[in-house]
């Protein structure tokens, strides 16, 4: 047969194989319905000491990018002004009150840097591997990032969430989803495939969310908070029905393309990604490693191996956690998987097991 019809039909097994390898990993139903009652009686509980308080969930548990058994991030707002609880001090109120009403396994750290309550649940029938679960104080900024991942995924899930949660896979499997180990947390590796979608894919496969004017003027006031601008357009009905894109490659061509393009094209030592802006450089921003500065630790020299700028929080390095190891590891994770699947593998699904192994 032609090597071009051999290379086609590998592609379309591919995209029909990402499908089948991320279904059976999305959380059932039941773990979520748990997950929602925790975070009532939590709230509940809290709304004890603190009548305005309201806990709400981020992260993956609600930003459609969430896989089986993953951790669950929830933020206590308060909304009264009038209530002057600092974070510490509430942090070990609310861990005390959790250790006398509940039997979860309960840590408080109110001397952290951004103090939390973590929390662990131990397995049930529908919860076969517990919950371990991050309670924090008035991180608003996460909620509207939150928010924006959604938006990004509900505009074409079939294409965003496959490949997400394939790459959030992949990266947990080959090791380089760890921030404490100097590889990525899970929310720099999203922001990595948005980038790609939003900037790098031409026709691009997503809009960029945050340059599409809003349909009715708003103020300075929506448009800030807490000192940043975290305006984007968020009408999903809207969007669905203004905004196709004219790239029409599957999942599985995007994914080898997104191998690919970190692989060979993308700068790691100068660039910046930045899903607000397109690539950036690190001078622009003044996040080069300048070695020659004297008193710089081992630490504060790596803080820009890997670049990714927040959307909202534009000052703040997401992948600052990437050491010059981690980076290095990464880059190799990325040939290894684009080396897997353009070798003409014969059968995707076999690539795929390769590929996470
Ligand atoms: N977050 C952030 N800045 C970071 C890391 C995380 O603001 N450097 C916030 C984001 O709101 C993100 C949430 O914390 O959505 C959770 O981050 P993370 O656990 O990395 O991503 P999840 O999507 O929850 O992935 P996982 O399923 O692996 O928990
Ligand atoms: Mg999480």
Redesign the pocket.
Known sequence: MHPGVLHRRFLSDLSTSLFSFVLPLLPTSEELTIKEEVRTLIEKLIKTIEPSARLLS????C?S???RN??M?LVVLIDDPEAALDPSTFVAMIGDLLERETNFDVKPLPKARIPIIKLNLAASPGLPFGIACDIGIE?R??IE??RL?LTYATIDPARVRTLVLFL?VWA?RRRI?S?YRGTL????I?LMVLFFLVHVKQPPVLPNLQRIAPVRPITEEEMMLEGRNVYFFDDVEMLRQEWSSINFESVGELLIDFFRYFSHDFQFNTMVLSLRAGPLTKESKGWTNDIDVGGLNEMARDRNRLCIE?PFEIT?N?ARTVTKDGLYTIRGEFMRATRILTQRPERAVLALAELCR
């Open positions: 981020f992260g993956s548990s930003n990018f969430g896989l993953s951790d991030d991180n900024l996460a990032n939150t991942l959030k947990k989803n921030p947390s899970s929310y720099g999203t927040d703040y997401v």
